[in-house]
């Protein structure tokens, strides 16, 4: 099955820097990559996402970049702020008879010092 | 995106019981999605449902243990059984988006404490 690799598992900054979070996946019939923001306490939350036949998507600060050769993917945050401090997960999935199952990966949890 | 409820939004139960969850969209969707989140943990999927046939479930979950009905397309229900402590965990279901099918939004969870 799918496995997908997350780092790193935390990461500092302080606010206005990038951050940066990369996984890595297995299957290289995995189609589609979303990134979840999960506060304390909170629900996932869909922030960007990217389909296997695009290299690059962007958001306002956020933006996600895809390898499908070397099978990983990225999170970049710019100019980051205090209310960006979560757990950021990445996940990969492909269409089967079960839908698009979600394999997630260990999570980032990020902070943001003002 | 749809809007998604969950029933109830935390319990704390006794080991050797029972209890369902349940799960609400606003809209009709053809996958709902059960996940599991230990506590400080990843969420780990465990089974699809989808409409009109049997959950389909990932390896490491029975049927027997977590029982899932999907009466209709707005509305699923988790059973988590015969629990210990080792089922404290959030539970999340998931719904596909109508328009893009590998989008996935999730409920608010059910919090699960087993003494």
């Known amino acids: 099955g799918e496995n997908v690799e997350q780092h790193p598992s935390t990461l500092s900054v302080q606010e206005g820097d990038s951050a940066v979070i990369k996984c890595t996946y297995s299957d290289s019939a995995s189609n589609y990559f979303p990134w979840y923001k999960q506060e304390l306490g909170k629900r996932p939350q869909l922030i960007i996402d990217?389909?296997?036949?695009?290299g690059e998507k962007k958001d306002q600060r956020i933006a996600v970049t895809l390898n499908k050769t070397a099978k990983h993917f990225s999170l970049h945050i710019t100019e980051t702020q205090p209310e960006d401090s979560a757990v950021y997960f990445c996940?990969?999935?492909?269409?089967?008879?079960?839908?698009?199952?979600?394999?997630f990966g260990k999570g980032t949890s990020l902070l943001v010092t003002p | 995106s749809a809007v998604i409820s969950q029933k109830p939004s935390r319990d704390i139960c006794q080991r050797g019981t029972s209890l369902t969850i349940q799960c609400q969209v606003d809209s009709q969707v053809t996958m709902m999605f059960w996940y599991r989140q230990q506590p400080g943990q990843s969420l780990t999927l465990i089974a699809t449902?989808?409409?009109?046939?049997?959950?389909?479930?990932e390896s490491g979950f029975v049927i027997d243990k977590f029982p899932i009905s999907r009466p209709n397309l707005t509305f699923s229900t988790l059973t988590v059984s015969n629990m210990s402590p080792e089922d404290s965990s959030i539970y999340l279901c998931?719904?596909?988006?109508?328009?893009?099918?590998?989008?996935?939004?999730f409920g608010p969870g059910t919090r699960l404490l087993v003494l």
């Open positions: 996940a990969a999935s492909r269409n089967s008879n079960s839908g698009y199952a979600l394999n």
């Open positions: 998931s719904v596909e988006d109508r328009r893009r099918e590998e989008t996935q939004y």
């Open positions: 990217i389909r296997s036949n695009v």
């Open positions: 449902a989808n409409q009109g046939s049997e959950a389909t479930y």
